[in-house]
């Protein structure tokens, strides 16, 4: 097997230690200088004053989710920034201003304990949901600790179960019984920093005692167990993942045997009552060829018994994907596409098949999320509406029946001077890729409007349309454009999408997104010196491979929680878990192609480069601020226009709290805005 050519010593290696003194004086001295330019303008604070207003408001919406008798909700405003942990009655939502019972308020405990817990969610123990499992991290980082909550006295259960601090958790079986996954200890891990091995716990033993249930290898990314509570049909399952995308999933019986679902391991596998649903990834040949991106469904009971008699539910064309289903107590609904469109349909199981049917009501533009109320006790559905102009609804729909509007987000910018457009950019290969662009109506094509590109490309996640008061009133109303490019990589047309941009075909994702560029510029929208590319996470190492590779098309560039240097990224926390979608470094012919779109490592000192802007969290435990830390310095020392700025807490989402998010989102806009702006005010 051929070997890499030798690698010279990293310089910057020693950024990778997170906490060292070393690494944390020069954060601190790089935050210092961005504090410093960027955060005395009079337009920072504005921005910073008018994102903290909106998302404090207590005219959002406050999403629930129904358990037992009560509709329960996590809330974050001025007066509670770490949040509330409360809930009321159906009867008491529907109110404009409902009261609330608090069960937990997080600022309280935090003072308490002198900690700084950030919410994680919390598991109810049916049939009396007296009992929860709460997960708390410490500043929003993955890994978490998990407690035994009373819902009756509001009170921790002394004694109760509790985890300690690490990725993994804990689930119900019954009210003495808990499935675990968690770090048992040494070589209880994957190299992907999460859980191999997963037990079961009893009430009143020790975790050491904890049942070996099932046990993973080494390379697996994740092992989990799960019990199925859903009256009449209380199964309990084991799930192997090996990668995203790549999972085998198991039904335990009572004497502890796995049985397999027989099943490609890149097909979604969910069980509901009798039903097994399978979203397929790739095409899969029985008697006749299922196609990639199909839903299929068959008897859970027949299917384990060896039968194949699928039902198709759902089968793609050219311009639409499925994008997500739920159940609701008599029905399937389903959640499609259309050329990233959102269009909801129904789909009844009967005794002559499925029969399909519209979804009454469902609106016929915009982005449409629908999530059941209760699938065990009704067909109602909560019934989210938005786009980029239109405040975002949450309406209860019964199924058959039409909406009722129950909230509505309030209107953080005037929207009525600007307008949504859908186009079509040709990538290099001559595949088109749709983009949305918000402007004001008014717009003059002379290529001077400040447009900011944002991005992601990744992971089959789809970016849909969806209302932001933040880049209203920080973009929008300052007369920027704002354009969401739906490049592949992405989930907006499926997996066919998603796959066309894997490993070797990774810098499909980089053309379609800098053909999006120049179509702006072509139409007079924009133009270099105007332009900013955004992105987060995957979508971060989008915009460090704009900065290293279309340095010409952009004005500014702003790379958040990123990855960039992917020779190393799988040594990095969760990074082994990407290998099927990057590719291994360790290979020598998966690093020829992996080192084309290495930031890192294509940065040429000769070059010249936007200014940059690179935005991490020091408590980041998925993918490593390492990653922001080496490139930004290793720029700095050429003589770069780096800008740098790293959260101390936030985790993967950069921020624990309101304050840390507006305090974040003012100085993007803040940097973008004096980059890319002809005023420069």
Same mark, same amino acid.
């Given at each position: 097997?051929?070997?890499?050519?030798?690698?010279?010593?990293?310089?910057?290696?020693?950024?990778?230690?997170?906490?060292?003194?070393?690494?944390?004086?020069?954060?601190?001295?790089?935050?210092?200088?961005?504090?410093?330019?960027?955060?005395?303008?009079?337009?920072?604070?504005?921005?910073?004053?008018?994102?903290?207003?909106?998302?404090?408001?207590?005219?959002?919406?406050?999403?629930?989710?129904?358990?037992?008798?009560?509709?329960?909700?996590?809330?974050?405003?001025?007066?509670?920034?770490?949040?509330?942990?409360?809930?009321?009655?159906?009867?008491?939502?529907?109110?404009?201003?409902?009261?609330?019972?608090?069960?937990?308020?997080?600022?309280?405990?935090?003072?308490?304990?002198?900690?700084?817990?950030?919410?994680?969610?919390?598991?109810?123990?049916?049939?009396?949901?007296?009992?929860? @499992? +709460? &997960? *708390?991290?410490?500043?929003? !980082?993955?890994?978490? #600790?998990?407690?035994?909550?009373? $819902?009756?006295?509001?009170?921790?259960?002394?004694?109760?179960?509790?985890?300690?601090?690490?990725?993994?958790?804990?689930?119900?079986?019954?009210?003495?019984?808990?499935?675990?996954?968690?770090?048992?200890?040494?070589?209880?891990?994957?190299?992907?920093?999460?859980?191999?091995?997963?037990?079961?716990?009893?009430?009143?033993?020790?975790?050491?005692?904890?049942?070996?249930?099932?046990?993973?290898?080494?390379?697996?990314?994740?092992?989990?167990?799960?019990?199925?509570?859903?009256?009449?049909?209380?199964?309990?399952?084991?799930?192997?993942?090996?990668?995203?995308?790549?999972?085998?999933?198991?039904?335990?019986?009572?004497?502890?045997?796995?049985?397999?679902?027989?099943?490609?391991?890149?097909?979604?596998?969910?069980?509901?009552?009798?039903?097994? @649903? +399978? &979203? *397929?990834?790739?095409?899969? !040949?029985?008697?006749? #060829?299922?196609?990639?991106?199909? $839903?299929?469904?068959?008897?859970?009971?027949?299917?384990?018994?060896?039968?194949?008699?699928?039902?198709?539910?759902?089968?793609?064309?050219?311009?639409?994907?499925?994008?997500?289903?739920?159940?609701?107590?008599?029905?399937?609904?389903?959640?499609?596409?259309?050329?990233?469109?959102?269009?909801?349909?129904?789909?009844?199981?009967?005794?002559?098949?499925?029969?399909?049917?519209?979804?009454?009501?469902?609106?016929?533009?915009?982005?449409?999320?629908?999530?059941?109320?209760?699938?065990?006790?009704?067909?109602?559905?909560?019934?989210?509406?938005?786009?980029?102009?239109?405040?975002?609804?949450?309406?209860?729909?019964?199924?058959?029946?039409?909406?009722?509007?129950?909230?509505?987000?309030?209107?953080?910018?005037?929207?009525?001077?600007?307008?949504?457009?859908?186009?079509?950019?040709?990538?290099?290969?001559?595949?088109? #890729?749709?983009?949305?662009?918000?402007?004001?109506?008014?717009?003059?094509?002379?290529?001077?409007?400040?447009?900011?590109?944002?991005?992601?490309?990744?992971?089959?996640?789809?970016?849909?349309?969806?209302?932001?008061?933040?880049?209203?009133?920080?973009?929008?109303?300052?007369?920027?454009?704002?354009?969401?490019?739906?490049?592949?990589?992405?989930?907006?047309?499926?997996?066919?999408?998603?796959?066309?941009?894997?490993?070797?075909?990774?810098?499909?994702?980089?053309?379609?997104?800098?053909?999006?560029?120049?179509?702006?510029?072509?139409?007079?929208?924009?133009?270099?010196?105007?332009?900013?590319?955004?992105?987060?996470?995957?979508?971060?190492?989008?915009?460090?491979?704009?900065?290293?590779?279309?340095?010409?098309?952009?004005?500014?560039?702003?790379?958040?929680?990123?990855?960039?240097?992917?020779?190393?990224?799988?040594?990095?926390?969760?990074?082994?878990?990407?290998?099927?979608?990057?590719?291994?470094?360790?290979?020598?012919?998966?690093?020829?192609?992996?080192?084309?779109?290495?930031?890192?490592?294509?940065?040429?000192?000769?070059?010249?480069?936007?200014?940059?802007?690179?935005?991490?969290?020091?408590?980041?435990?998925?993918?490593?601020?390492?990653?922001?830390?080496?490139?930004?310095?290793?720029?700095?020392?050429?003589?770069?226009?780096?800008?740098?700025?790293?959260?101390?807490?936030?985790?993967?989402?950069?921020?624990?709290?309101?304050?840390?998010?507006?305090?974040?989102?003012?100085?993007?806009?803040?940097?973008?805005?004096?980059?890319?702006?002809?005023?420069?005010?």
């Amino acid at each position: 097997m051929p070997t890499l050519p030798e690698t010279p010593i990293d310089p910057y290696l020693w950024l990778e230690d997170i906490d060292s003194t070393r690494s944390l004086d020069w954060v601190q001295a790089q935050n210092l200088k961005t504090e410093d330019r960027l955060a005395r303008s009079d337009s920072f604070k504005q921005i910073k004053a008018d994102v903290l207003e909106m998302l404090d408001s207590d005219s959002n919406i406050p999403h629930v989710n129904k358990v037992g008798a009560y509709y329960y909700n996590f809330w974050m405003d001025a007066a509670h920034p770490r949040g509330l942990w409360r809930r009321t009655t159906p009867a008491e939502y529907r109110k404009a201003q409902p009261a609330w019972e608090t069960l937990l308020d997080l600022d309280a405990l935090n003072a308490a304990e002198g900690e700084n817990w950030v919410w994680h969610g919390a598991d109810y123990l049916r049939p009396d949901y007296q009992r929860c @499992l +709460l &997960e *708390l991290s410490r500043g929003g !980082a993955d890994a978490g #600790v998990t407690r035994e909550f009373d $819902l009756a006295s509001k009170t921790w259960v002394e004694d109760g179960f509790q985890l300690p601090e690490s990725k993994g958790g804990l689930g119900w079986i019954d009210r003495d019984n808990v499935y675990v996954f968690t770090d048992f200890g040494e070589g209880s891990m994957t190299r992907s920093g999460y859980p191999r091995i997963a037990k079961q716990w009893q009430r009143g033993t020790p975790l050491s005692a904890a049942r070996v249930v099932y046990e993973g290898v080494p390379d697996d990314m994740y092992i989990a167990a799960m019990h199925d509570d859903t009256p009449g049909y209380e199964r309990d399952f084991v799930s192997r993942t090996l990668a995203f995308y790549n999972n085998e999933l198991y039904l335990r019986g009572n004497d502890g045997r796995l049985s397999k679902i027989d099943a490609p391991n890149s097909a979604e596998k969910s069980v509901h009552k009798d039903w097994l @649903l +399978l &979203e *397929l990834r790739e095409d899969w !040949a029985l008697d006749e #060829v299922f196609v990639s991106g199909s $839903l299929l469904a068959i008897n859970f009971d027949r299917f384990m018994a060896g039968q194949r008699d699928f039902e198709v539910l759902f089968t793609p064309t050219d311009s639409t994907s499925l994008t997500g289903f739920i159940w609701t107590l008599n029905h399937l609904v389903l959640n499609v596409l259309d050329h990233v469109k959102s269009r909801l349909s129904v789909l009844t199981p009967g005794a002559n098949g499925w029969q399909h049917s519209p979804f009454t009501g469902a609106p016929g533009m915009g982005t449409v999320y629908a999530r059941a109320v209760d699938s065990d006790d009704s067909d109602a559905v909560w019934l989210v509406t938005t786009d980029y102009l239109t405040p975002t609804t949450l309406a209860l729909a019964e199924i058959g029946q039409a909406p009722e509007v129950l909230k509505t987000l309030p209107a953080f910018f005037d929207s009525s001077r600007h307008v949504i457009e859908q186009q079509f950019a040709v990538s290099r290969d001559g595949t088109r #890729v749709p983009y949305f662009m918000v402007s004001g109506k008014d717009l003059q094509l002379d290529g001077a409007a400040p447009t900011l590109l944002y991005g992601y490309g990744g992971f089959e996640v789809s970016l849909t349309p969806n209302y932001s008061g933040e880049v209203g009133r920080a973009w929008l109303s300052k007369g920027g454009v704002y354009v969401v490019a739906n490049i592949r990589g992405g989930g907006e047309y499926g997996p066919r999408w998603h796959q066309a941009a894997l490993k070797q075909n990774r810098g499909r994702a980089y053309e379609d997104f800098a053909a999006v560029a120049r179509d702006l510029i072509a139409r007079g929208i924009t133009s270099p010196l105007h332009l900013g590319a955004e992105g987060g996470s995957n979508g971060g190492l989008l915009t460090g491979n704009m900065l290293t590779q279309y340095p010409e098309l952009f004005g500014a560039i702003v790379s958040q929680v990123p990855l960039l240097d992917m020779q190393r990224y799988h040594h990095l926390l969760a990074g082994a878990s990407w290998m099927e979608e990057y590719g291994n470094p360790d290979v020598p012919e998966e690093w020829a192609y992996i080192q084309t779109f290495s930031p890192y490592h294509l940065f040429d000192p000769a070059k010249v480069y936007p200014p940059v802007f690179f935005l991490t969290s020091t408590r980041d435990d998925r993918v490593h601020p390492g990653h922001a830390r080496k490139l930004a310095a290793k720029m700095i020392e050429a003589g770069k226009d780096v800008t740098y700025y790293e959260n101390i807490e936030g985790g993967h989402g950069g921020a624990a709290d309101n304050a840390q998010a507006a305090h974040m989102s003012a100085l993007v806009y803040r940097f973008l805005w004096e980059k890319l702006s002809a005023s420069r005010d």
